[in-house]
């Protein structure tokens, strides 16, 4: 029983007791909550989506037999990349439907609630403009857009920031997306990936820069900065590729340690190294996040990624 006196025994397990995270019967509240909306390509830890007030809408991805099924729905990430290690051909990935947002705006609605959707960069995926005509079509007002320009972790900063302003600095929610707008500009990833392959066959890279970046014994480091994934240096091999990822993040002005970092793998965790003793050792920044990477970015970035996810000093 919660403890807020909040849980009668016909509840709907759709709503949550914004103190205790426990399921709240679907009627009206007597306080307002500030939903934060995203997507799985956020790729968002279980401790964090499970935070009150957080809803996570997933994209699809689908192999070449057909198979797959909603991210971390229908499809888990072991799931996912026990495909990936044998098929020859790249997963497609697809939006989220309308009625899945409709489904959140229309509970938020019936219950006075806000939301912020924080959704990956509308360059890489239409999930933002799905997101959009989703609360136009249930004539949803109450609620803030906040295009990501980045995606995975790098969305993960923001969410978890504007969990911050809400909880702890209480915030309404006007002034935590006006925070977030400005926090966002600072945000980048660096990526060294084995191939171009899945990123062009996906329409996520030019074939002129995939013909560069996938160069015999060339290894290629992409950022993605304001939503563009950029081709932003190439080495031979892997030790290579990692001292240009150390350089190109001077070059875009350092690490703001205020906001930690998170460092990024598709299939093996220890492609990692590199990056653990260069974040430690060089930069003496401790307490970063590491993650795999989901189904949806993975279907893009493919086997052997190695990613950092930080943001700018001002």
């Known amino acids: 029983m919660c403890i807020h006196d909040c849980l009668p025994p016909n ?86 439907s309308p009625q899945s947002f409709m489904t959140i705006f229309e509970d938020a609605k019936e219950n006075g609630d806000q939301v912020i959707a924080i959704l990956i960069s509308s360059n890489l995926s239409g999930t933002y403009q799905c997101a959009r005509l989703a609360a136009e079509s249930c004539d949803f007002e109450d609620v803030f857009f906040v295009d990501s320009r980045t995606a995975s972790q790098g969305e993960g900063i923001l969410i978890r920031e504007a969990l911050r302003l809400r909880d702890e600095e209480h915030l309404p929610a006007h002034a935590i997306v006006a925070e977030l707008e400005q926090l966002k500009q600072r945000i980048r990833i660096l990526a060294v990936v084995d191939s171009l392959k899945h990123l062009h066959k996906g329409g996520r890279l030019p074939a002129a820069v995939a013909l560069v970046g996938g160069a015999l014994g060339v290894k290629p480091v992409l ?92």
Not at 18 to 38: E, G, N, V, Y
Not at 276 to 303: C, D, F, K, W
């Open 11 to 96: 509840h709907v397990a759709s709503q949550r007791c914004f103190f205790c995270h426990r399921a709240l019967p679907h009627r009206k509240r007597f306080f307002r909550m500030i939903r934060i909306l995203t997507d799985s390509a956020s790729d968002l830890t279980a401790t964090d989506s499970a935070r009150p007030g957080v809803y996570t809408v997933p994209l699809s991805v689908t192999f070449a037999d057909g198979t797959g099924g909603l991210d971390g729905v229908e499809l888990t990430a072991d799931e996912f990349y026990a495909h990936l290690k044998v098929d020859k051909v790249p997963p497609r990935t697809s939006q989220p």
């Open 223 to 314: 950022s993605v900065v304001d939503g563009q994934i950029k081709l932003a240096d190439t080495a031979r091999g892997r030790p290579g590729a990692f001292v240009a990822m150390f350089k190109n993040i001077e070059k875009m002005g350092g690490v703001d340690p205020r906001y930690g970092y998170a460092l990024l793998y598709s299939d093996e965790k220890g492609v990692l190294a590199p990056l653990h003793h260069y974040m430690h050792e060089n930069l003496h920044i401790t307490g970063g996040r590491v993650a795999r990477l989901g189904p949806v970015i993975a279907s893009h970035a493919g086997p052997g990624c190695a990613g950092l996810v930080f943001v700018t000093k001002e």
